[in-house]
């Protein structure tokens, strides 16, 4: 009989441990509380407002001399020259009434660098991987774009439809008025490149 009695008393207390341990199980929830306005993996309205504000500090930027944009976006496609180990990336999709702009800026140590990138880039310009050479009049691609270098920056902007070559002109004389182009490159829509040099800060057409 006092056998039974133990038994009893040592499944009773076994019993009573693992119901503790049930109770001791909490839920991460209970200690981090889940938003009701937004779940796990989307982003909160603070950061989103965030982003808000530093585009339309960018949209201004560029207004402000002289480009016509409604609005602007963050990109994060990969382009040739960013395997060139530049300094800062910068690349924006720029929103007009008429087209999108994209507009793509690297900035290097120095020209040997920046003419490194450019020429390995014309080298295989492209989807198509096209071969370019330095001042051959030659259809880049499709759409319309400019290049611009000079001795750290290398500048590409392209459109859809159309791209006002003077407007950006103008705009890149105001944000690097003390840091000349040596080299700039236009092409319109389906038309050959035209490609100018710089000497002594007068744009001169380069003629092969």
């Known amino acids: 009989?006092?056998?039974?009695?133990?038994?009893?008393?040592?499944?009773?207390?076994v019993f009573t441990s693992c119901e503790d341990k049930k109770h001791d199980v909490i839920d991460i929830s209970e200690i981090t509380g889940e938003s009701e306005r937004y779940k796990e993996g989307q982003k909160?309205?603070?950061?989103?407002?965030e982003e808000k504000d530093s585009t339309l500090v960018i949209t201004?930027?560029?207004?402000?001399?002289?480009?016509?944009?409604?609005?602007?976006a963050y990109r994060t496609d990969r382009l040739?020259?960013?395997r060139f180990g530049p300094l800062s990336v910068e690349k924006y999709a720029l929103y007009t009434p008429v087209d999108t702009i994209l507009y793509s800026k690297w900035i290097y140590e120095d020209s040997s660098k920046v003419m490194n990138a450019f020429t390995n880039w014309t080298n295989c310009f492209g989807d198509k991987c096209k071969t370019i050479f330095f001042g051959e009049s030659k259809n880049f691609q499709k759409n319309p774009m400019q290049v611009l270098i000079?001795?750290?920056?290398?500048?590409?902007?392209?459109?859809?439809?159309?791209?006002?070559?003077?407007?950006?002109?103008?705009?890149?004389?105001?944000?690097d008025e003390d840091n000349p182009w040596n080299y700039v490159i236009e092409q319109p829509r389906w038309t050959k490149a035209r490609w100018y040099e710089y000497p002594e800060g007068k744009r001169t057409k380069i003629e092969l």
């Open 1 to 13: 009989m006092r056998i039974v009695s133990f038994i009893l008393i040592l499944i009773s207390i």
């Open 80 to 82: 040739f020259p960013d």
């Open 150 to 175: 000079n001795d750290s920056t290398l500048i590409f902007i392209e459109g859809d439809r159309s791209i006002n070559f003077n407007a950006w002109n103008e705009f890149h004389q105001v944000e």
């Open 60 to 72: 201004e930027w560029f207004q402000k001399q002289g480009i016509h944009v409604l609005s602007s």
């Open 44 to 49: 909160s309205p603070e950061i989103i407002d």
